[in-house]
């Protein structure tokens, strides 16, 4: 199994920033991708960015600029810089890892981010 716990969340005032994190724990002696999804109230969960072990990212177009992802690959972890956050960006973020591209993906338990205005 394998378990990820995520961290960072809050409340922030537009513009603002947070860095989310989120490790992994358990049976990861190999991962492919780990990256973040988000849902806000009422709307699908869609992707945020992602990142695989060697390092190529992929975001969310409208998120291109201001959200950064990265890892500590010796830490298990997996970071999302966000800044110039808006209200809109406010929802629940979800961390996932795969071990392959064609293996489900697990997923933490979610943060929430609330950005006012």
């Known amino acids: 199994q394998v378990q990820l716990v995520e961290s960072g969340g809050g409340l922030v005032q537009a513009g603002g920033s947070l860095r989310l994190s989120c490790t992994a724990s358990g049976s990861i002696s190999s991962i492919n991708t780990m990256g973040w999804y988000r849902q806000a109230p009422g709307k699908q969960r869609e992707l945020v960015a992602s990142?695989?072990?060697?390092?190529?990212?992929n975001y969310a177009d409208s998120l291109k600029g201001r959200f950064t992802i990265s890892t500590d690959n010796a830490q298990n972890t997996v970071y999302l810089q966000m800044g110039s956050l808006k209200p809109e960006d406010t929802g629940v973020y979800y961390c996932?890892?795969?071990?392959?591209?064609?293996?489900?993906?697990?997923w933490g338990q979610g943060t929430q981010v609330t950005v006012s205005s």
């Open positions: 990142i695989t072990n060697g390092g190529g990212t």
């Open positions: 996932y890892l795969r071990r392959s591209p064609l293996t489900p993906r697990y």
